[in-house]
T-cell receptor, first 113, second 114 residues
Framework: EAQVTQNPRYLITVTGKKLTVTCSQN?????MSWYRQDPGLGLRQIYY???????DKGDVPEGYKVSRKEKRNFPLILESPSPNQTSLYFC????????????FGPGTRLTVT | GQQLNQSPQSMFIQEGEDVSMNCTSS?????WLWYKQDPGEGPVLLIA?????ELTSNGRLTAQFGITRKDSFLNISASIPSDVGIYFC??????????????FGKGTKLSVKP
């Protein structure tokens, strides 16, 4: 089944403890992206990647890192999480080029205390 | 970043009624997408539109790419309880720097009363 998977689905952590949220897609998509969703603010892009080893900042990149060493994986890293990073996170992917339809993962709900 | 104006913000309707929502942009778009998000889940792509004036259906859903290329509409006919959720529009504005990035509306929250 073609899909985007994220792990973990739920995570509660403490301020300053490094964490990684994994994202993987099995559709051979070139483009991948991370979003956070907060009430009243909609979906906001954190980072995106046009292809392997190519990443760029979105609208809200502060406090996050990403890497794209393989085409299928695009992990989101929080080196020192803070409470304002408590949010619902989505990974998405698309074919790239002129194909803009993005397919979303199921989400990761992160709570930082 | 740039955002789309999506309206209405929320709707509370009776089962069986038709629903209309829309998105407008200040810039021209070359692609419009409509997504639905169920509570606690990721957005799911419903309909994709690629040409001005295009009208596309997916079951009881019909979406249109506005002729001006600055708006799009989504209609749901004969709503049922499982239509409940948040509907998002998204678009690509064809500027070279935006690459594959989509611009999202803030969503229309639909509630259906049985």
């Amino acid at each position: 089944e073609a899909q985007v998977t994220q792990n973990p689905r739920y995570l509660i952590t403490v301020t300053g403890k490094k964490l990684t949220v994994t994202c993987s897609q099995n559709m051979n998509h070139e483009y991948m992206s991370w979003y956070r969703q907060d009430p009243g603010l909609g979906l906001r892009q954190i980072y995106y990647s046009m292809n392997v080893e190519v990443t760029d900042k979105g609208d809200v990149p502060e406090g996050y890192k990403v890497s794209r060493k393989e085409k299928r994986n695009f992990p989101l890293i929080l080196e020192s999480p803070s409470p304002n990073q408590t949010s619902l996170y989505f990974c998405a992917s698309s074919l790239g080029g002129l194909h803009y339809e993005q397919y979303f993962g199921p989400g990761t709900r992160l709570t930082v205390t | 970043g740039q955002q789309l104006n999506q309206s209405p913000q929320s709707m509370f309707i009776q089962e069986g009624e038709d629903v209309s929502m829309n998105c407008t942009s200040s810039s021209i778009f070359n692609t419009w997408l409509w997504y639905k998000q169920d509570p606690g889940e990721g957005p799911v792509l419903l309909i994709a539109l690629y040409k001005a004036g295009e009208l596309t259906s997916n079951g009881r859903l019909t979406a249109q790419f506005g002729i001006t290329r600055k708006d799009s509409f989504l209609n749901i006919s004969a709503s049922i309880p499982s239509d409940v959720g948040i509907y998002f529009c998204a678009g690509h504005d064809n500027y070279g720097g935006s690459q594959g990035n989509l611009i999202f509306g803030k969503g229309t929250k639909l509630s259906v009363k049985p």
